[in-house]
């Protein structure tokens, strides 16, 4: 997470779950529950519109909040197994793995680093 010095109106916990469960709604709703990215920033700012997120309107939208918060929308999509990201030549979509999310457990991830995390298993050849 990027440390910002933005007073926001509500909770960073408020914030996240208000986030999953948008994007959650919006990707169910889709076909094949994929979305282009663009257009799902673009539904997420207009369905979170009524939330007062920021005094300033320069700040008042999610897609906003995770690009300084978060480094970037697609930052915080990856960061989430039940999220995938498609790539082909001209677009990038979002995949909601609903058989992964667990609506109780929102935070639940795989590592909070940024980078890949490498586990050398030697076994029992250690132990000798």
Excluded at 40 to 51: D, G
Aim: net charge neutral; proline share 0%.
């Amino acid at each position: 997470m990027v440390q910002t010095t933005i007073k926001w109106n509500l909770s960073s916990d408020k914030c996240f779950e208000i986030i999953h469960l948008t994007l959650i709604d919006i990707l169910t709703e889709s076909k094949d529950y994929t979305k282009k990215i663009n257009e799902l920033i673009w539904m997420l700012n207009s369905r979170t519109r009524v939330y007062k997120l920021h005094d300033s309107r320069k700040f008042n939208s999610f897609s906003k909040y995770l690009k300084l918060e978060y480094d970037g929308f697609l930052n915080f999509i990856e960061s989430y197994n039940f999220y995938g990201v498609v790539k082909t030549d001209k677009n990038i979509s979002i995949k909601l793995y609903k058989n992964l999310v667990n609506l109780d457990n929102l935070s639940e991830r795989y590592t909070k680093d940024s980078e890949w995390i490498f586990i050398d298993d030697l076994g029992d050849e250690l132990i000798n």
